[in-house]
């Protein structure tokens, strides 16, 4: 299964598998698996995360250099097993105006496995998932699934000259 994204939505006839059987299948294509009902996607929609929360040792630090550096915070989510991560990371990430336009913000990598505390209390439930947190610690906008570098270097330099006019 190749996918650009890690997020799809799978319909399935529960007579032939059971959730269980379909997410062990998912995982073992190397993505995240839950099952999402109508009434869960709509709850979370309307919980999304307006600031980036206190008391997260990371992220702490990472909102005290943006604000002595009055820089933006992008938040890049991960994880070692997620194939659309990898790939950004073998192309978007090293593209030469992604890497000039990362230099003038605070990038932070947060592997979820190594972090999960971090991921779930910002509601990560996809790879990956990226953030664009203002200096005062507003989220501005998200980012979920593959990036193209022309794509993701355009919404980084939107980013930057958002928060330099602030």
Same mark, same amino acid.
Request: proline share 4%.
């Given at each position: 299964?190749?996918?650009?994204? @890690?997020?799809?939505?799978?319909?399935? @006839?529960?007579?032939?598998?059971?959730?269980?059987?379909?997410?062990?299948?998912?995982?073992?294509?190397?993505?995240?698996?839950?099952?999402?009902?109508?009434?869960?996607?709509?709850?979370?929609?309307?919980?999304?995360?307006?600031?980036?929360?206190?008391?997260?040792?990371?992220?702490?630090?990472?909102?005290?250099?943006?604000?002595?550096?009055?820089?933006?915070?992008?938040?890049?989510?991960?994880?070692?097993?997620?194939?659309?991560?990898?790939?950004?990371?073998?192309?978007?990430?090293?593209?030469?105006?992604?890497?000039?336009?990362?230099?003038?913000?605070?990038?932070?990598?947060?592997?979820?496995?190594?972090?999960?505390?971090?991921?779930?209390?910002?509601?990560?439930?996809?790879?990956?998932?990226?953030?664009?947190?203002?200096?005062?610690?507003?989220?501005?906008?998200?980012?979920?699934?593959?990036?193209?570098?022309?794509?993701?270097?355009?919404?980084?330099?939107?980013?930057?000259?958002?928060?330099?006019?602030?």
């Amino acid at each position: 299964m190749l996918l650009d994204r @890690d997020e799809f939505v799978v319909t399935f @006839d529960p007579s032939n598998a059971s959730e269980a059987q379909l997410i062990a299948k998912v995982k073992a294509s190397g993505y995240t698996a839950q099952v999402v009902t109508a009434k869960d996607k709509a709850a979370e929609l309307t919980a999304k995360l307006e600031t980036v929360p206190i008391g997260l040792a990371l992220l702490d630090e990472a909102m005290a250099k943006a604000k002595r550096e009055n820089k933006a915070i992008v938040l890049d989510f991960f994880a070692e097993w997620c194939v659309p991560c990898r790939r950004m990371e073998k192309t978007t990430l090293v593209d030469s105006r992604v890497v000039e336009l990362l230099k003038q913000v605070v990038f932070v990598r947060v592997d979820t496995d190594q972090q999960p505390e971090i991921g779930r209390v910002l509601g990560v439930v996809g790879l990956p998932d990226i953030r664009f947190v203002a200096p005062d610690g507003r989220v501005l906008r998200q980012l979920r699934g593959f990036q193209e570098a022309d794509a993701f270097a355009a919404a980084l330099g939107q980013l930057i000259r958002q928060t330099a006019t602030k």
